[in-house]
């Protein structure tokens, strides 16, 4: 008799878009349709390839600087957030300004500010040159040190070591922030903590989840782009919870058929920013290869959801009158 090896997937829950990802995608593409192409949207609304290219063809140009935009246009600010000096460019450049920042990330900013106002200084634990921490860096560049991991808090620096409080990047580890945190305490024992978690609810979500699985999995398989902090993560505490091996992959046609060698767990997920049919191709890829069977791995429920930017409500609500007037007038 021969030895038939069980395949089985483990499908990570919650995985892929977060409320503030969401919001940030319908808010462009409700912008397009509501003042028609082109919608300048600064930074990548989010940091997914397919996202990006979608918006693309439907007529969204990205860019990186302001004064890329032209004069009169309109321009988003992408879900990462921006800093003050942002929209007072953007006010230069005689621009409309649609935020699309995620409302989780103006939480930290609005820390920051008080914090700052308050003359604290503050630890940012943050992924050196990511857009959030550009955002939130600059609402009070005199008050903040960036805190790139546990590596960099020997040589950081305070005016007055019994005003210091720490905040953080909103999609770090979980586990990483803490052993930073833990180092900072000890050089620094009244260092303060934030009000409330920086980290989000999603990104303590999706790693909560893939650590269940990774424990079980031989091989995890995150759905998401290199430049998504969030997706990034998801991979290193996969390894970290047991999994032999654990890749990213923006498609299904970057799996490598060699990484399902001696394999019989795969576990899969997806970062904050990716949208569910490619978490499907790649199911579809695995079950083609024998891996039919499918186990969901519930960490936790999400019901959390965000309005649109306030400056689209307004304009839909004003057309919406405009619209209830029209028929009445016709009626
Ligand atoms: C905005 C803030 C946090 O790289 P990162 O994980 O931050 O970003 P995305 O776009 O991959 O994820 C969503 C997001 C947006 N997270
Ligand atoms: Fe916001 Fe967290 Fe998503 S900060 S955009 S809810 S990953």
Known sequence: MTATTSRRVLLAAPRGYCAGVDRAVIAVEKALEQYGAPIYVRHEIVHNKYVVQTLERKGAIFVEQTEEVPPGSIVMFSA???????????AKGRLATIDATCPLVTKVHKEAVRFANEDYDILLIGHEGHEEVIGTSGEAPDHITLVDGPGDV?????????????????????????ET??????KFPLLISPPSDDICYATQNRQLAVKQMGAEA?????????????????????KLAGARA?????FADEIDPAWLDGVSTVGVTSG?????VLVEQ???WLAGRGFEDVEIVKAAEESITFSLPKELRRDLRAEAGELMRGDTSEG
């Open 80 to 90: 990462h957030g921006v800093a003050p000096v942002v929209h007072e460019e953007a």
């Open 181 to 186: 945190v833990d180092a900072l305490k000890e």
């Open 282 to 284: 790649v199911l579809e």
């Open 154 to 178: 020997e040589k950081v620096e305070v005016r007055d070591p019994s005003k210091v409080v720490w905040l953080s990047q909103t999609t770090l580890s979980v586990d990483e922030t803490m």
């Open 246 to 250: 654990a890749y990213l992959v923006d």
């Open 218 to 238: 031989d091989l995890v398989i995150v759905v998401g782009s290199r430049n998504s902090s969030n997706s990034v993560r998801l991979v290193e505490v996969a």
């Open 272 to 276: 904050a920013s990716v949208p569910e």
